[in-house]
């Protein structure tokens, strides 16, 4: 069965204090790996999308890098500002973009 | 600006009624789909449409219905069938995927249901 596991399920962090949030998955034939950003009350927000194991994406504090079996999201030196809940998706094979969400990484950056 | 709009951002349903979300895109996007999300659990995707007038059930259809007349509109019905309609209901959409790599979906804000 195609399913994606993030842990952990909640992180709370000092400002500064850098971390990684994990993603494991088990789907066959994956065809991207998505990471978002969703705020309390709103949409999740794309962040990246990673296609091949080995591959890394960049963005202001944030970096998603992907191995054949889990996908991590560096976070350095965060700020109050990056806290939200984190999720972490893949799509398989099948020709419609369908969408395997993880439950998600609450994380809480504390000044 | 580029976008998905979801109203009503609050909907409250009596029993026995159908309610209707509303999702319009102006991203030109040819993909449409609606997710419900509950607390602890990830998005589970409930319709999808990848072309005006066809549709697809996704893995929890059951007490929903959909239509996709435009390009730019994909309604979510839910009908008093769903018997657990309270959750956070999220559209988005897509470009369709191109190769053998899918594309992101960029999602709207959501609606929030709850019975009355």
């Known amino acids: 069965e195609d399913q994606v596991t993030q842990s952990p399920e909640a992180l709370r962090l000092q400002e500064g204090e850098s971390s990684s949030l994990n993603c494991s998955y088990t789907v066959s034939g994956l065809r991207g790996l998505f990471w978002y950003r969703q705020d309390p009350g709103k949409g999740p927000e794309f962040l990246f999308t990673l296609y091949s194991a080995g591959e890394e994406k960049e963005k202001e504090r944030l970096k998603a890098t992907l191995t054949k079996k889990e996908s991590f999201l560096h976070i350095t030196a965060p700020k109050p500002e990056d806290s939200a809940t984190y999720l972490c998706a893949g799509t398989v094979s099948g020709g419609y973009n369908k969408l395997i969400f993880g439950a998600g990484t609450r994380l809480a950056v504390h000044p | 600006d580029g976008g998905i709009t979801q109203s009503p951002k609050y909907l409250f349903r009596k029993e026995g009624q159908n309610v209707t979300l509303s999702c319009e895109q102006n991203l030109n996007h040819d993909a449409m789909y609606w997710y419900r999300q509950d607390p602890g659990q990830g998005l589970r995707l409930i319709y999808y449409s990848q072309i005006v007038n066809d549709f697809q059930k996704g893995d929890i259809a059951e007490g929903y219905s959909v239509s996709r007349e435009k390009k730019e509109s994909f309604p979510l019905t839910v009908t008093s069938a769903q018997k657990n309609p309270t959750a956070f209901y999220l559209c988005?959409?897509?470009?369709?995927?191109?190769?053998?790599?899918?594309?992101?979906?960029?999602f709207g804000d959501g609606t929030r249901l709850s019975i009355l």
């Open positions: 988005a959409s897509s470009i369709l995927p191109t190769g053998a790599f899918d594309q992101p979906q960029h």
